[in-house]
T-cell receptor, first 116, second 115 residues
Framework: AQSVTQLDSQVPVFEEAPVELRCNYS??????LFWYVQYPNQGLQLLLK??????LVKGINGFEAEFNKSQTSFHLRKPSVHISDTAEYFC??????????????FGKGTLLTVNP | GAVVSQHPSRVICKSGTSVKIECRSL??????MFWYRQFPKQSLMLMAT?????????EQGVEKDKFLINHASLTLSTLTVTSAHPEDSSFYIC???????????FGSGTQLSVL
């Protein structure tokens, strides 16, 4: 079984500051890793994903994440945040990158609040 | 715009009544849809996998007689919470998998409050 830990439930930052949202996972098998964002009153949207290859993954809206197998981490970063980045961010893992058995295990989420 | 529509966004019902939540894929035919449940400050928990034309696969601990899932068409899956009780109050989210792109799209969720 897999599990995901998002260490911070809330992260307040000022606009244009850098941010890192932390995610650690545990699994007995190889997994695929995802970050989703949920803006108020909207569905979850995929920010980025790691399936294989380069451990540094770039996503939409200037976000990137680095897969660290030895530390079982997949932290999300952005060098300079905007007010519009205020949202809930979810880290997730799956044993499958696609296919019908596409089950995601989510973390509890991190609320990123960007203040002016 | 949204590619998965979930309705209603919010519903309040009396204890003992049944509530139906709809999940529609707007731009593609979804052979597989997923239903999640989220309690405040908790993870999204997968409840069941809905497969078009066949019975849903429920996760361990989820009562299939209480959470009825119907996936009668390639664009619609419904979750019916039967004889709802206050402990069923939660945020329910659906997702649909586009078999061509293998991408997963989420609905905006339904907040169920049972009085």
């Amino acid at each position: 079984a897999q599990s995901v830990t998002q260490l911070d439930s809330q992260v307040p930052v000022f606009e244009e500051a850098p941010v890192e949202l932390r995610c650690n996972y545990s699994s007995s098998v190889s997994v695929y890793l995802f970050w989703y964002v949920q803006y108020p009153n909207q569905g979850l949207q995929l920010l980025l994903k790691y399936l294989s290859g380069s451990t540094l993954v770039k996503g939409i809206n200037g976000f990137e994440a680095e897969f660290n197998k030895s530390q079982t981490s997949f932290h999300l970063r952005k060098p300079s945040v905007h007010i519009s980045d205020t949202a809930e961010y979810f880290c997730a893992v799956s044993k499958n990158s696609g296919g019908s058995n596409y089950k995601l295990t989510f973390g509890k989420g991190t609320l990123l609040t960007v203040n002016p | 715009g949204a590619v998965v529509s979930q309705h209603p966004s919010r519903v309040i019902c009396k204890s003992g009544t049944s509530v139906k939540i709809e999940c529609r894929s707007l731009d593609f035919q979804a052979t597989t849809m997923f239903w999640y449940r989220q309690f405040p400050k908790q993870s999204l928990m997968l409840m069941a996998t809905s497969n078009e034309g066949s019975k849903a696969t429920y996760e361990q601990g989820v009562e299939k007689d209480k959470f009825l899932i119907n996936h009668a068409s390639l664009t619609l899956s419904t979750l019916t919470v039967t004889s709802a009780h206050p402990e069923d109050s939660s945020f329910y989210i659906c997702s649909a998998r586009n078999p061509l792109s293998e991408k997963l799209f989420f609905g905006s969720g339904t907040q169920l409050s049972v009085l």
